[in-house]
């Protein structure tokens, strides 16, 4: 390709970290504490990152790896993960590779050859794979510069994604004294904090901690009502982009997939029950392709490095908070603007608390489950900012009015929903306490049906005593009141609301009840518009859109012919630098944040003649 680049590892001088984070990534700068993290790892102590999701975590061991002497072992939970970093660190020109299990004989030897020369910057593993030990002995004479354990949430069983091989990860610190840990994580809570310190063996670790705020991610979440519909409007904002959508079973998930398809989006589904082929197939063409819906259980989604993921639709509640915040966390790594969209009802609430009772787990976590859950209807009721509240959740102050979620640019109005309260939760009290949502919101409209008749519930006073609100405004009303553990949902019989003690001052006009005024958002009530497609968002112009559309097409060649996912080659950030810069020689795209010495030589003469013919 023309210019005569050096190779990157000739020199010695790969010890300035700030130079080589230019060299290498071709970025201007560090980003929040990554300066610090990496200084601290280099001086060889023990280190835990907590940064949220698209912050930069790799880079805290990747850089540190390339500036230490030896080779350092990442601990990642998953192949593919693995792989994607691999792939990425090869076309920025470092060294690395990874061993698994099921990896072709060769490739392992070939990787375990380079490891034995000392070539080896870093090489990625599975928890199982260094808890056998062994490692350092395949090693060349550098040795071992540090341990990353990536994802280290899931040695915690707070974490979502607990895992047994993680807890054999405590002896690393024995297996290996004087070698720095470096645990990763974009789980903020401090019950899993206090867990990876303790598991990890590393009290002393200093600990750094970013703002958990994810600025570029708009929160929405809007009753549901015909949720396949709310979706395909929402959808029909993200035309051309690439997004996720989240389902709590394998049925829906193979549901909404269908229905989108018919309906002119592109989409492919993933859950853990799919034939092992196809979830590879529609996994990689997730990476792969520009513009299509994922749509999946929470199966899917570790290990997404995909940085220009624009959505992540929720139909069913999460687990939590923390899944809520790690699953729309998946969203808008390139730091470019994103949107976290759920449907929320009544019926996402008992289907969640049913799980969770009916599941096998100890009573002490089911109250713990319950809590969580508790938390997150409180989020998805809230009258305030939501990046206010769902940060408040992890211990971290916002002023609220972050003018980036949907209660701040559209706010909730409230009313005084004493009257109706007490009119809700009487005919919960009339009808027994034996009764679910459904049958006592036909009591209170007055509507005549088999069971109203046949339970004589026609002939009590509450029938038809709330008929100055339809179904859907009860509904609301009854799913505040459980957020409001005003009353509960018994399981066992088949979700009979019951009323809780709290309810006696609710009665006797002690507490007032202030309720939220629901906003339905439904199929043709948003207006879809040009300007919020695609690459209009990032505030391009008419004519930069046209040249970054041409150089995406070219991303997208080049990552055909060479089998490597689009961002891996340059992120869309990079590319909207190119189209709004044009630079016109390769030394001006070294300016450009991501263009690295390596991809400059690779790929910089195509771009540039790309570029070219776009503006001709
Ligand atoms: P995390 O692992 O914390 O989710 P990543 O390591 O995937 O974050 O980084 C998120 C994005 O930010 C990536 O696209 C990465 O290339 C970019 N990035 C990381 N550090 C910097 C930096 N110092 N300057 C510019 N971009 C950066
Ligand atoms: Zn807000």
């Known amino acids: 390709m023309g210019q005569q680049v050096r190779n990157i590892f000739d020199s010695s001088s790969d010890s300035n970290p700030l130079e080589v984070l230019r060299r290498v990534w071709g970025y201007q700068g560090f980003r929040g504490m990554q300066g610090d993290v990496v200084g601290n790892v280099m001086s060889g102590r023990d280190t835990l990152v907590l940064f949220p999701t698209g912050k930069g975590k790799s880079l805290c061991y990747q850089l540190p790896a390339i500036c230490m002497e030896g080779t350092a072992v990442v601990v990642s939970p998953l192949v593919a993960l693995m792989r994607d970093q691999v792939e990425e660190l090869k076309e920025l020109g470092v060294a690395a590779g990874a061993l698994w299990s099921e990896q072709p004989p060769a490739e392992a030897a070939e990787v375990k050859r380079r490891l034995r020369a000392g070539e080896m910057k870093l090489l990625y593993v599975t928890p199982e794979r260094i808890a056998a030990g062994g490692i350092q002995s395949m090693l060349g004479d550098g040795g071992l510069s540090l341990v990353a354990v990536d994802e280290a949430h899931c040695i915690s069983f707070w974490g979502n994604n607990f895992r047994k091989d ?59 009502g015909n949720a396949k519909a709310q979706l395909l409007d929402f959808l029909k904002r993200h035309e051309g982009e690439s997004g996720i959508v989240y389902c709590l079973s394998r049925k829906k998930v193979e549901e909404t997939v269908e229905w989108l398809n018919e309906h002119g989006i592109r989409a492919k589904h993933y859950h853990a029950k799919l034939d092992p082929a196809l979830k590879a197939a529609n996994q990689d063409a997730f990476r792969m392709e520009e513009g299509l819906c994922l749509v999946a259980t929470v199966a899917f989604g570790m290990g997404i490095n995909k940085p220009n993921v624009r959505y992540v639709a929720h139909l069913d509640l999460p687990s939590s908070i923390e899944s809520y915040y790690q699953e729309t966390g998946r969203a808008g790594r390139d730091g470019l603007q994103a949107e976290a969209f759920m449907v929320f009802g009544m019926q996402d609430i008992v289907q969640r608390a049913r799980m969770i009772d009916e599941g096998d787990a100890s009573d ?6 319950r809590a969580k859950l508790n938390a997150l209807v409180g989020i998805c009721e809230t009258t305030a900012c939501r990046r206010q509240a769902i940060l408040g959740h992890f211990g971290e102050h916002h002023d609220g009015g972050c003018g980036n979620c949907d209660t701040c640019t559209k706010p909730i109005e409230t009313w005084d929903g004493t009257e109706a309260s007490i009119k809700a939760l009487a005919a919960i009290y009339r009808t027994g306490e034996r009764f679910g949502v459904g049958h006592v919101i036909d009591v209170l409209i007055g509507k005549v049906t088999d069971k109203t008749r046949r339970f004589g519930h026609v002939d009590l006073p509450v029938f038809g005593a709330g008929k100055e609100f339809n179904a859907a405004s009860w509904q609301s009303i009854y799913r505040q009141l459980l957020a409001l553990n005003l009353i509960r949902v018994e399981h066992d019989e088949f979700g009979a609301m019951k009323l809780q003690e709290a309810a006696a001052a609710v009665f006797r006009k002690e507490r007032p009840v202030t309720l939220r005024r629901d906003r339905m958002v439904s199929r043709g009530q948003r207006k879809t518009t040009e300007a919020s497609s695609y690459s209009s968002r ?41 189209a ?10 070294l300016d450009i944040s991501g263009v690295g010495q390596t991809k400059l030589e690779r790929y910089g003469a195509r771009f540039l003649r790309a570029l070219r013919l776009a503006l001709q």
């Open 538 to 578: 990032s505030g391009l112009s008419a004519d930069d859109r046209e040249v970054f559309e041409v150089l995406r097409q070219e991303r997208l060649a080049i990552s055909r012919e060479l089998g490597v996912a689009p961002y891996v080659i340059f992120p869309d950030t990079t590319l909207i630098a190119f």
């Open 580 to 589: 709004t810069r044009r630079p016109r020689v390769l030394q001006d795209m």
């Open 364 to 369: 002490q976590i089911k109250r713990i489950e």
């Open 166 to 224: 993680y807890l054999a990860l405590g002896r690393l610190k024995e297996m290996y004294p004087g070698v720095p840990i470096v645990a990763v994580t974009a789980t903020a809570d401090p019950h899993t904090r206090k867990d990876i310190v303790r598991l990890l063996n590393i009290a002393e670790a200093e600990v750094f901690i970013d703002s958990f705020d994810r600025k570029n991610i708009s929160y929405e979440i809007i009753p549901r």
